[in-house]
T-cell receptor, first 115, second 114 residues
Framework: AQSVTQPDIHITVSEGASLELRCNYSYGATPYLFWYVQSPGQGLQLLLKYFSGDTLVQGIKGFEAEFKRSQSSFNLRKPSVHWSDAAEYFCAVGLSGGGADGLTFGKGTHLIIQP | DAGVIQSPRHEVTEMGQEVTLRCKPISGHNSLFWYRQTMMRGLELLIYFNNNVPIDDSGMPEDRFSAKMPNASFSTLKIQPSEPRDSAVYFC????????????FGPGTRLTVL
């Protein structure tokens, strides 16, 4: 069965600084990988997804993620964070790209932005 | 366009009571998913439907949980009888049901069982 590990439960970053959130997955075949963001009291919003092709994926709100097969990782990055980026971030893996199958989520990383 | 609609947004009930959570997927979507979010276990897939048919319910924790999708625009998740450990946020999501399609999440129902 597939699994997702987000090693960092909390991360604190100063506003304007760069950000990297880690995600490692375990899956036997080529994975479909996702990053979602959850603001307090809200549902989840898709930031970006990787299915195949270019290993560097661009998403919304200035986020990007890089798929590294050799490291089984799909880390999320942003060059300069804004206070509005404070939220919970979830990495997820899907068998069929999420459309027709359920997703397996990591436990999430809580991002705190310092002024 | 309306997104995924869930009701109620908050539910407080007493142990032993029946609880019904409701979900209206995005019009035209043919896959629907129920997830549960807790501090201890994170986000877990409970069950999902394709074209109103349950495909995988292996995530449903116990027989006390049941889900139905009588038509393409409505689904319910029922817990009977409810227990305090069922307290969680329950999310419904929908998608076009094809590889590569995004799952769109509703705002969730926060359930508290006293």
């Amino acid at each position: 069965a597939q699994s997702v590990t987000q090693p960092d439960i909390h991360i604190t970053v100063s506003e304007g600084a760069s950000l990297e959130l880690r995600c490692n997955y375990s899956y036997g075949a080529t994975p479909y990988l996702f990053w979602y963001v959850q603001s307090p009291g809200q549902g989840l919003q898709l930031l970006l997804k990787y299915f195949s092709g270019d290993t560097l994926v661009q998403g919304i709100k200035g986020f990007e993620a890089e798929f590294k097969r050799s490291q089984s990782s799909f880390n999320l990055r942003k060059p300069s964070v804004h206070w509005s980026d404070a939220a919970e971030y979830f990495c997820a893996v899907g068998l069929s790209g999420g459309g027709a199958d359920g997703l397996t989520f990591g436990k999430g990383t809580h991002l705190i932005i310092q002024p | 366009d309306a997104g995924v609609i869930q009701s109620p947004r908050h539910e407080v009930t007493e142990m032993g009571q029946e609880v019904t959570l409701r979900c209206k997927p995005i019009s035209g979507h043919n896959s629907l998913f129920w997830y549960r979010q807790t501090m201890m276990r994170g986000l877990e897939l409970l069950i999902y439907f394709n074209n109103n048919v349950p495909i995988d319910d292996s995530g449903m924790p116990e027989d006390r949980f049941s889900a139905k999708m009588p038509n393409a625009s409505f689904s319910t998740l029922k817990i009977q009888p409810s227990e305090p450990r069922d307290s969680a946020v329950y999310f419904c999501a929908s998608s076009l049901g094809q590889v590569g399609n995004e799952q769109f999440f509703g705002p969730g129902t926060r359930l508290t069982v006293l």
